[in-house]
Every structure is written in C-alpha cells, then in structure tokens.
C-alpha cells in the first residue's frame, strides 16, 4: 500500500512562492518516479511536474516553466514543489502522484498513487 500525504499549500498573493511537499511510505520509493498535477474548478486535471527515480530527469508543463521546480529527497522519501512567480491561474487542489513508471506522469495519464491534495490560491 502506498500513501501519499502533501502539504505546504495555502493563501498566497500573486508574485509570491510556496513549497509543496509530499510525504510518500513506499517500500522501493527509489524506483518510483513522483509527479504534480493540479485541478482547479470546471477545469481538468492538468500535469504540472515530474522527476524521474534518481531525481536525475524532470519535466514540466509550459504553463509553469522556469517558475516551479520539483525536487526529491530519497533520505525522507519525500519530494516536493516550489513554486516562484505564482499567478492567479495557477489557484488550484495541487495532487502529488507516484507510479513506477515515469511515462505515465503527464497529461491525461493514469499515475497508480494519489494523493489526497493541497490547495494553492493565489489572490490578484
């Protein structure tokens, strides 16, 4: 059984950062690639982020290049996602994800794990 558990999420004003963090109890956490995705109301599920097992690959949707970075401690079995220059689109339940396959972390795919989700508002 793998459980997923995030926060860091909160009330923040356009321009500033926060850092999500997402907890995972997953005995071969180093062979599973995380993801973030995000869903904000009347809207889909949208990909945001992805870091390979090694931390050695990541991948990011445009909408959020070069403003969030996602990183992973394998000491704590946690990775996270900051986020700089935030928007008031990108208010939204972030999810933190977790498959053995990288492949699956991106647009319309099918993660195995989930988590319960984080809310991220931006005010203008």
């Known amino acids: 059984q793998v459980q997923l558990v995030e926060s860091g999420g909160g009330l923040v004003q356009a321009g500033g950062s926060l850092r999500l963090s997402c907890a995972a109890s997953v005995r071969t956490w180093r062979t599973v690639a995380m993801g973030w995705f995000r869903q904000a109301p009347g809207k889909e599920r949208e990909f945001v982020a992805r870091?390979?097992?090694?931390?050695?690959?990541?991948d990011y949707a445009d909408s959020v290049k070069g403003r969030f970075t996602i990183s992973r401690d394998n000491a704590k079995n946690t990775v996270y996602l900051q986020m700089n220059s935030l928007k008031p689109e990108d208010t939204a339940v972030y999810y933190c994800a977790a498959d053995g396959n990288y492949r699956v972390m991106v647009q319309h795919g099918t993660p195995a794990y989930w988590g319960q989700g984080t809310q991220v508002t931006v005010s203008s």
């Open positions: 870091i390979m097992w090694n931390g050695g690959y990541t």
